[in-house]
């Protein structure tokens, strides 16, 4: 008996923290991107400096397939840290392109290291909404390493 309600209280804490991730299920954003036509991909571009952020905000249209490259033209290393845009975005991958692929349910957050760090995001933008982008790095995000997502 005891150990029923020991059981229970485990139970009790473990179970609402399965659905603390807001955002969209796993397995729905799997299944826009596993549909998506990658043969339509667009390329789009960030590119972050020690106090810089380009394009300040970069608009996408939601359903349309992107490969978004991130690069790091700073001396310092700096953060592509998207937790709720993330959340919402059908990710194929990531990649450092001829040296890795990364698959996950979900990606909160990147660290592109100094003087041309690169990665690629293969992704479905679903939900419109703005989203943050930003690096959360000493005060580099009120130096300018900043910037927004624009779905629409
Ligand atoms: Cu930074």
């Known amino acids: 008996m005891t150990r029923l309600l020991v059981l ?8 609402p ?4 991730l807001p955002g ?17 991909v667009q390329d789009v571009s960030i590119l972050l400096r020690d106090g810089g952020f380009e394009p300040r905000e970069l608009r996408l249209r ?3 397939p ?5 690069t ?3 001396v310092n290393n700096h953060y592509f840290n998207a937790p709720e845009f993330l959340a919402t975005a059908a990710v ?3 990649q450092v392109p001829r040296f ?10 990147f660290e592109i290291f100094a003087a041309g760090g690169t990665f690629e995001l293969w992704f479905v933008p679903v939900d419109p909404g703005r989203y943050r982008v930003h690096c959360h790095l000493g005060d580099h995000a009120e130096m300018g390493v900043e910037g927004h997502l624009l779905v629409e």
């Not at 229970?8 to 179970?15: D, E, H, S």
């Not at 923290?17 to 603390?20: I, K, Q, V």
Request: charged share 30%.
């Open 24 to 40: 969209r299920a796993p397995e729905e954003l799997d299944r826009i991107a596993e549909t998506a036509d990658w043969s339509k």
């Open 66 to 70: 992107y490969r978004l490259t991130v």
């Open 72 to 74: 790091n033209a700073g």
């Open 62 to 64: 939601a359903g349309q």
């Open 17 to 20: 923290g399965c659905h603390a």
């Open 92 to 94: 194929r991958k990531a």
């Open 100 to 109: 890795a692929e990364f698959k996950a349910v979900r990606f909160r957050n």
């Open 8 to 15: 229970a209280a485990v139970l009790a804490i473990l179970v």
